[in-house]
Nanobody
């Protein structure tokens, strides 16, 4: 099957930057959709950035102008560049992706385990 692993989280001061990566491994034939989500303590998981294959990234209003998502299909990797971080960005960040894993068109969709981002004031 496929595994997703995020990296790049950590502790940063308000106004700082972090870059998250999410790399997939496994029997992957084609990279379809992808997304970054986050979940703060006591809150529901929310979409941060998402893309449908061949489209453009959509962003949550709270991160527009500060976060930039990108993807490298050849590396089966998505990135999230986070600038001007604020304490309210503190959360566990998850990536999700969909891949074609079989020539018959079978797809796989799943979540990574998450990476903690903590922004201090």
């Amino acid at each position: 099957q496929v595994q997703l692993v995020e990296s790049g989280g950590g502790l940063v001061q308000s106004g700082g930057s972090l870059r998250l990566s999410c790399t997939a491994s496994g029997n992957i034939l084609k990279f379809n959709d992808a997304g970054w989500y986050r979940q703060a303590p006591g809150k529901q998981r929310e979409m941060v950035a998402s893309i449908i294959s061949g489209g453009t990234w959509n962003y949550a209003d709270s991160v527009k102008g500060r976060f930039t998502a990108s993807r490298d299909n050849a590396k089966n990797t998505v990135y999230l560049q986070m600038n001007n971080l604020k304490p309210e960005d503190t959360a566990v960040y998850y990536c999700s992706s969909e891949f074609v894993i079989d020539p018959d068109g079978t797809t796989w969709w799943g979540w990574g385990p998450g990476t903690q981002v903590t922004v201090s004031s």
